[in-house]
Protein backbone atom coordinates (compact mmCIF):
# COMPACT_ATOMS: atom_id res chain seq x y z
CA UNK A 1 0.00 0.00 0.00
CA UNK A 2 1.14 3.38 -0.98
CA UNK A 3 0.06 6.95 0.67
CA UNK A 4 -0.07 8.50 -3.20
CA UNK A 5 1.17 7.30 -6.78
CA UNK A 6 2.52 9.10 -9.94
CA UNK A 7 -0.22 7.83 -12.99
CA UNK A 8 1.65 6.98 -16.01
CA UNK A 9 0.14 6.68 -19.32
CA UNK A 10 0.61 2.58 -18.76
CA UNK A 11 -0.46 2.95 -15.18
CA UNK A 12 0.73 3.98 -11.67
CA UNK A 13 4.48 4.68 -11.35
CA UNK A 14 6.08 1.09 -10.87
CA UNK A 15 3.21 -1.10 -10.69
CA UNK A 16 3.05 -4.28 -12.67
CA UNK A 17 6.31 -4.29 -14.00
CA UNK A 18 8.35 -7.04 -12.55
CA UNK A 19 6.83 -10.74 -13.48
CA UNK A 20 7.83 -14.40 -12.36
CA UNK A 21 8.19 -16.74 -15.16
CA UNK A 22 9.35 -20.67 -15.83
CA UNK A 23 11.98 -21.65 -17.45
CA UNK A 24 10.06 -21.74 -20.69
CA UNK A 25 8.99 -18.01 -20.71
CA UNK A 26 5.31 -18.82 -18.57
CA UNK A 27 4.16 -16.70 -16.40
CA UNK A 28 4.21 -18.40 -13.26
CA UNK A 29 0.55 -19.39 -11.73
CA UNK A 30 -0.61 -19.35 -8.37
CA UNK A 31 -2.92 -22.09 -8.97
CA UNK A 32 0.09 -24.42 -9.08
CA UNK A 33 2.15 -22.65 -7.32
CA UNK A 34 0.75 -20.95 -4.49
CA UNK A 35 3.75 -20.12 -2.73
CA UNK A 36 4.07 -16.76 -4.70
CA UNK A 37 1.42 -15.49 -2.59
CA UNK A 38 3.57 -15.41 0.39
CA UNK A 39 6.30 -13.05 -1.81
CA UNK A 40 6.33 -9.40 -0.68
CA UNK A 41 8.26 -7.03 -3.19
CA UNK A 42 8.64 -3.65 -1.71
CA UNK A 43 10.00 -0.75 -4.18
CA UNK A 44 13.11 1.14 -3.82
CA UNK A 45 14.65 3.41 -5.54
CA UNK A 46 16.72 1.50 -8.13
CA UNK A 47 14.65 -1.69 -8.05
CA UNK A 48 12.34 -4.13 -5.57
CA UNK A 49 13.25 -5.75 -1.86
CA UNK A 50 12.24 -9.14 -2.12
CA UNK A 51 10.79 -10.69 1.11
CA UNK A 52 9.92 -14.38 2.14
CA UNK A 53 9.31 -16.43 5.24
CA UNK A 54 12.54 -18.33 5.58
CA UNK A 55 14.80 -16.77 3.34
CA UNK A 56 16.96 -13.59 3.87
CA UNK A 57 15.93 -10.42 2.40
CA UNK A 58 17.17 -9.61 -1.56
CA UNK A 59 17.53 -6.37 -3.15
CA UNK A 60 17.16 -6.46 -6.64
CA UNK A 61 18.24 -3.20 -9.13
CA UNK A 62 16.48 -3.29 -11.87
CA UNK A 63 18.47 -4.99 -14.73
CA UNK A 64 18.44 -2.07 -17.16
CA UNK A 65 21.68 -4.15 -18.75
CA UNK A 66 19.94 -7.27 -17.79
CA UNK A 67 19.99 -10.03 -21.11
CA UNK A 68 16.35 -10.06 -22.94
CA UNK A 69 14.39 -13.72 -22.41
CA UNK A 70 11.23 -14.85 -24.05
CA UNK A 71 8.26 -14.85 -22.22
CA UNK A 72 4.73 -16.10 -23.10
CA UNK A 73 2.96 -12.80 -22.14
CA UNK A 74 0.15 -11.56 -24.70
CA UNK A 75 1.84 -8.47 -27.48
CA UNK A 76 5.49 -8.95 -25.18
CA UNK A 77 7.90 -11.35 -26.36
CA UNK A 78 10.43 -10.52 -24.34
CA UNK A 79 11.64 -9.03 -20.68
CA UNK A 80 14.74 -8.16 -19.10
CA UNK A 81 16.43 -11.29 -17.22
CA UNK A 82 17.01 -9.99 -13.55
CA UNK A 83 20.07 -12.06 -13.00
CA UNK A 84 21.08 -15.29 -11.56
CA UNK A 85 20.69 -14.15 -7.61
CA UNK A 86 17.19 -13.43 -7.61
CA UNK A 87 16.62 -16.89 -10.05
CA UNK A 88 17.44 -18.85 -7.16
CA UNK A 89 15.96 -16.80 -4.84
CA UNK A 90 12.63 -16.76 -6.63
CA UNK A 91 12.65 -20.18 -7.22
CA UNK A 92 13.37 -20.88 -3.52
CA UNK A 93 10.56 -18.95 -2.68
CA UNK A 94 7.72 -20.30 -5.16
CA UNK A 95 9.26 -23.59 -4.94
CA UNK A 96 9.92 -24.48 -8.42
CA UNK A 97 12.29 -23.28 -10.85
CA UNK A 98 11.60 -19.74 -12.07
CA UNK A 99 12.87 -16.50 -13.27
CA UNK A 100 12.53 -12.69 -12.35
CA UNK A 101 12.12 -10.55 -15.15
CA UNK A 102 11.14 -6.88 -15.75
CA UNK A 103 9.63 -4.36 -18.41
CA UNK A 104 11.44 -1.68 -19.43
CA UNK A 105 9.91 -0.07 -21.59
CA UNK A 106 5.71 -0.17 -21.05
CA UNK A 107 5.68 1.29 -24.39
CA UNK A 108 6.45 -1.73 -26.41
CA UNK A 109 3.30 -3.62 -25.07
CA UNK A 110 -0.14 -1.68 -26.40
CA UNK A 111 -3.85 -2.44 -24.57
CA UNK A 112 -5.57 -5.29 -26.48
CA UNK A 113 -8.42 -4.29 -28.94
CA UNK A 114 -10.56 -6.47 -27.37
CA UNK A 115 -10.62 -5.56 -24.21
CA UNK A 116 -11.09 -1.90 -24.51
CA UNK A 117 -8.20 -0.36 -25.65
CA UNK A 118 -7.76 1.07 -29.15
CA UNK A 119 -4.28 -0.06 -29.98
CA UNK A 120 -1.92 3.39 -29.11
CA UNK A 121 -2.79 2.96 -25.24
CA UNK A 122 0.78 1.60 -23.89
CA UNK A 123 0.63 -1.37 -21.00
CA UNK A 124 2.57 -3.00 -17.96
CA UNK A 125 2.41 -6.41 -17.29
CA UNK A 126 -1.36 -5.96 -16.21
CA UNK A 127 -3.76 -8.50 -17.82
CA UNK A 128 -5.65 -6.07 -20.23
CA UNK A 129 -5.79 -2.73 -18.56
CA UNK A 130 -3.60 -0.03 -16.54
CA UNK A 131 -5.96 0.43 -13.39
CA UNK A 132 -8.17 -2.17 -12.19
CA UNK A 133 -10.89 -0.08 -10.03
CA UNK A 134 -13.23 -1.89 -6.81
CA UNK A 135 -15.38 -0.07 -4.53
CA UNK A 136 -15.93 -0.80 -1.16
CA UNK A 137 -19.92 -1.24 -1.19
CA UNK A 138 -20.09 -3.64 -3.87
CA UNK A 139 -17.32 -5.98 -1.18
CA UNK A 140 -20.33 -4.95 0.88
CA UNK A 141 -22.80 -6.47 -0.67
CA UNK A 142 -20.97 -9.32 -2.35
CA UNK A 143 -20.05 -10.39 1.37
CA UNK A 144 -23.51 -9.96 2.35
CA UNK A 145 -24.65 -12.96 -0.51
CA UNK A 146 -21.50 -14.92 0.90
CA UNK A 147 -23.13 -14.93 4.50
CA UNK A 148 -26.13 -16.92 3.34
CA UNK A 149 -23.78 -19.52 1.65
CA UNK A 150 -22.19 -22.29 2.94
CA UNK A 151 -18.73 -20.72 3.58
CA UNK A 152 -20.00 -17.74 5.31
CA UNK A 153 -16.24 -15.76 6.19
CA UNK A 154 -15.94 -12.41 4.30
CA UNK A 155 -13.74 -12.45 1.55
CA UNK A 156 -11.18 -9.17 1.53
CA UNK A 157 -10.42 -6.72 -0.69
CA UNK A 158 -6.80 -7.84 -1.64
CA UNK A 159 -8.66 -11.15 -2.89
CA UNK A 160 -9.09 -9.29 -5.96
CA UNK A 161 -5.66 -7.69 -6.46
CA UNK A 162 -7.47 -3.86 -7.48
CA UNK A 163 -4.79 -0.69 -7.72
CA UNK A 164 -7.54 1.59 -6.81
CA UNK A 165 -10.05 1.41 -4.54
CA UNK A 166 -12.96 3.47 -3.98
CA UNK A 167 -14.53 3.54 -0.28
CA UNK A 168 -17.68 5.17 0.02
CA UNK A 169 -21.03 4.89 2.32
CA UNK A 170 -23.30 2.55 0.39
CA UNK A 171 -26.06 4.84 0.85
CA UNK A 172 -24.36 7.18 -1.43
CA UNK A 173 -22.82 4.87 -4.14
CA UNK A 174 -24.96 1.90 -4.96
CA UNK A 175 -22.80 -1.76 -5.27
CA UNK A 176 -21.51 -2.37 -8.44
CA UNK A 177 -22.33 1.21 -9.55
CA UNK A 178 -19.06 1.13 -10.95
CA UNK A 179 -20.50 -1.36 -14.09
CA UNK A 180 -21.89 1.94 -15.49
CA UNK A 181 -18.66 4.87 -15.24
CA UNK A 182 -17.63 5.81 -18.54
CA UNK A 183 -15.28 8.45 -17.36
CA UNK A 184 -14.30 9.39 -13.77
CA UNK A 185 -11.84 12.11 -12.12
CA UNK A 186 -10.04 10.55 -9.34
CA UNK A 187 -8.74 13.15 -8.02
CA UNK A 188 -7.69 15.50 -10.79
CA UNK A 189 -6.60 12.50 -12.49
CA UNK A 190 -9.07 11.59 -15.44
CA UNK A 191 -9.66 7.94 -16.50
CA UNK A 192 -11.87 6.86 -18.93
CA UNK A 193 -13.72 2.51 -19.10
CA UNK A 194 -12.28 -0.38 -20.93
CA UNK A 195 -13.96 -3.22 -19.59
CA UNK A 196 -15.71 -4.83 -16.27
CA UNK A 197 -13.19 -7.25 -14.86
CA UNK A 198 -13.71 -11.12 -15.09
CA UNK A 199 -12.57 -13.34 -11.87
CA UNK A 200 -10.80 -16.18 -12.46
CA UNK A 201 -9.92 -18.87 -9.57
CA UNK A 202 -6.69 -17.33 -7.88
CA UNK A 203 -9.19 -15.74 -5.82
CA UNK A 204 -10.46 -18.15 -4.12
CA UNK A 205 -6.94 -18.77 -2.76
CA UNK A 206 -6.49 -17.07 1.19
CA UNK A 207 -2.77 -15.07 0.19
CA UNK A 208 -1.73 -15.49 4.01
CA UNK A 209 -3.29 -19.25 4.58
CA UNK A 210 -2.81 -20.57 0.82
CA UNK A 211 -6.28 -22.39 1.41
CA UNK A 212 -7.78 -22.94 -1.71
CA UNK A 213 -11.83 -22.92 -0.81
CA UNK A 214 -14.78 -21.95 -3.53
CA UNK A 215 -15.60 -18.62 -2.78
CA UNK A 216 -15.78 -15.85 -3.98
CA UNK A 217 -16.50 -17.47 -7.26
CA UNK A 218 -19.40 -19.44 -6.02
CA UNK A 219 -21.22 -15.93 -4.69
CA UNK A 220 -20.27 -14.34 -8.05
CA UNK A 221 -21.37 -17.34 -10.23
CA UNK A 222 -24.93 -16.80 -8.24
CA UNK A 223 -25.46 -13.13 -8.90
CA UNK A 224 -23.01 -11.87 -11.15
CA UNK A 225 -22.30 -14.31 -14.15
CA UNK A 226 -22.79 -13.45 -17.58
CA UNK A 227 -20.88 -14.72 -20.81
CA UNK A 228 -20.20 -17.86 -19.26
CA UNK A 229 -17.78 -15.63 -16.77
CA UNK A 230 -18.37 -13.98 -13.19
CA UNK A 231 -17.40 -10.17 -12.76
CA UNK A 232 -15.74 -7.91 -10.04
CA UNK A 233 -14.45 -4.19 -10.41
CA UNK A 234 -13.93 -2.50 -13.80
CA UNK A 235 -10.40 -1.66 -15.66
CA UNK A 236 -9.79 1.72 -16.23
CA UNK A 237 -7.30 3.72 -18.63
CA UNK A 238 -5.89 7.52 -17.49
CA UNK A 239 -6.11 10.04 -20.44
CA UNK A 240 -3.57 12.55 -18.35
CA UNK A 241 -0.60 11.94 -16.01
CA UNK A 242 -1.10 13.49 -12.63
CA UNK A 243 -0.79 12.02 -9.19
CA UNK A 244 -3.16 9.94 -7.17
CA UNK A 245 -3.18 10.50 -3.22
CA UNK A 246 -5.13 8.16 -0.64
CA UNK A 247 -8.13 10.71 0.31
CA UNK A 248 -8.42 12.10 -3.27
CA UNK A 249 -12.59 12.62 -4.01
CA UNK A 250 -13.98 10.31 -6.52
CA UNK A 251 -16.49 12.26 -9.08
CA UNK A 252 -18.32 10.66 -11.93
CA UNK A 253 -17.84 12.27 -15.25
CA UNK A 254 -20.25 10.25 -17.26
CA UNK A 255 -22.21 7.55 -16.47
CA UNK A 256 -24.75 4.97 -18.39
CA UNK A 257 -28.27 5.60 -17.18
Not at 122 to 139: C, G, N
Not at 155 to 177: C, Q, S, W
Request: net charge negative; proline share 9%; with cysteine.
Amino acid sequence: DVDRATVDAWGLEGDRRWAVVGPPGTKIDALAHDRILGVRALPTADGLLLRADGLPDLAVRRPVDGSEVPVGVSRQQTLRYAGADAEAWISKAVGTQARLVWQEDPTSRPMSLSHGGTGVEPLTLADTAPILLTTTPSLDQLNAWIAEGPEPAPVPMDRFRPNVVVEADPAELAAFAEDGWRTVMLGEVPFRFAEICDRCAITMIDPVTREHRKEPIRTLSRHRRWDGLTWFGVRMVPTALGTLRVGDPVRVTRALP
